[in-house]
């Protein structure tokens, strides 16, 4: 932006008027920058100066970057100024304001907002019923988004696969998946192909509810299909496993994408090392443990976290000292989550011996790094 300005300062010089284009590019610049209070000062002088009047691009771009900071008031009084002008607001600025509201679970605004567009003749299309479906879902009301869903198509209103898959995701995050498998098969209905994120979002709903098998069955036809199965699609699989303490099949996941190449992430070691401990296999968690750095993937500190709740848990204290000096002298600072772990293993262990001597204080420098 220094250097836009910079250009700007030289069209002056050079005796050039700026354009309304000029002038919507550079508040752009503000509004990617994050600098609203910049974009609505330049804004405003392009209305004083009267030489040069914003257009509906100008207006939609500044109401956009108010949506983005959550300032709805700002965002709908630039649009009643828009409606005293010439430069009257169209379906782009009432979609973006709508989405924000329903965002910002607005809901009797945005509708009001919706009817008020409607009123003027201007009529919805597929982002404005995407805001609508979105909105309604995250209030539950799945009667009402799926009304909504079939009346966006008798109106010959066809959603895209990215807009498909928002309804979805959220249908299967609430653990709505017969209903996410209707959106599925509509969209094959209607010639719209599903793609990687509208699989994994099924298969993290059939998680979610414990359907490990229709789970897998998904996966299997994101195989069969040719789909680009990645590292997200094996962690969703793979953390619905562990959740349900299926380890053995975990792992042969992890073995099978490092066989197709497939490098697993941090995400995904930390998700069975958890899902070791949670089944009392600290063996095969540390064991785990020590084949992820060997692959030249670094523990975080919430790896070490887990690893080390799951041996206070299960009362393997020396081993948790020695991990923790191990988690110091690789510079792998220590949270708040890591210190209440170790600060409880001591505390109950000591309810437990009936002893009002801990444990950890038994190691001088333990003692003084837990009580300060």
């Given at each position: 932006m220094g250097f836009s300005l910079s250009v700007l300062g030289k069209f002056f010089k050079l005796g050039l008027e700026p354009s309304v284009f000029t002038f919507t590019t550079l508040i752009n610049g503000f509004l990617l920058e994050n600098r609203?209070?910049?974009?609505?000062?330049?804004?405003?002088?392009?209305?004083?100066?009267?030489?040069?009047?914003?257009?509906?691009?100008?207006?939609?771009?500044?109401?956009?970057?108010?949506?983005?900071?959550?300032n709805n008031s700002a965002a709908i009084q630039l649009l009643r100024k828009m409606e005293e002008g010439a430069c009257k607001p169209g379906l782009v600025v009432y979609n973006t304001i709508i989405d924000s509201l329903f965002k910002n679970k607005l809901v009797d605004d945005a509708l009001n907002l919706l009817s008020e567009m409607m009123s003027k003749g201007i009529a919805p299309d597929v982002s404005t019923y995407t805001s609508l479906i979105h909105g309604i879902c995250k209030l539950g009301e799945w009667k009402e988004a799926k009304r909504l869903l079939n009346e966006m198509v008798s109106k010959s209103i066809f959603p895209d696969v990215?807009?498909?898959?928002?309804?979805?995701?959220?249908?299967?995050?609430?653990?709505?998946?017969?209903?996410?498998?209707?959106?599925?098969?509509?969209?094959?209905?209607?010639?719209?192909?599903?793609?990687?994120?509208?699989?994994?979002?099924?298969?993290?709903?059939?998680?979610?509810?414990?359907?490990?098998?229709?789970?897998?069955?998904?996966?299997?036809?994101?195989?069969?299909?040719?789909?680009?199965v990645d590292v997200i699609c094996y962690s969703a699989l793979i953390n619905g496993y562990c959740k349900h303490k299926m380890m053995d099949e975990a792992m042969m996941l992890l073995r099978e994408m490092t066989c197709k190449g497939l490098v697993p992430n941090i995400a995904i070691y930390n998700t069975l090392v958890d899902g070791y401990c949670k089944v009392g296999k600290l063996g095969d968690a540390q064991q785990l443990f020590s084949e992820m750095?060997?692959?030249?993937?670094?523990?975080?500190?919430?790896?070490?976290?887990?690893?080390?709740?799951?041996?206070?848990?299960?009362r393997q204290i020396s081993t948790a000292i020695q991990l923790f000096k191990e988690m110091e002298g690789k510079k792998v600072d220590a949270d708040i989550v890591i210190y209440?772990?170790?600060?409880?293993?001591?505390?109950?262990?000591?309810?437990?011996?009936?002893?009002?001597?801990?444990?950890?204080?038994?190691?001088?420098?333990?003692?003084?790094?837990?009580y300060g």
């Open positions: 609203v209070v910049q974009a609505a000062e330049l804004f405003n002088k392009m209305i004083n100066a009267g030489n040069c009047q914003p257009d509906a691009v100008t207006y939609g771009t500044l109401v956009k970057g108010f949506c983005m900071k959550g990215r807009r498909c898959n928002v309804l979805v995701d959220t249908l299967c995050k609430e653990g709505m998946v017969l209903e996410a498998e209707g959106v599925v098969e509509m969209m094959i209905q209607r010639g719209i192909e599903p793609d990687t994120v509208t699989y994994s979002s099924l298969m993290d709903g059939y998680c979610l509810r414990g359907e490990m098998s229709k789970a897998r069955k998904v996966f299997k036809l994101m195989l069969s299909k040719g789909s680009m750095q060997a692959c030249g993937q670094l523990p975080d500190v919430q790896t070490y976290a887990i690893l080390l709740d799951g041996l206070c848990k299960n209440a772990i170790l600060i409880k293993a001591d505390q109950d262990f000591a309810v437990s011996e009936k002893t009002n001597q801990p444990l950890i204080k038994s190691d001088l420098r333990w003692g003084r790094i837990i």
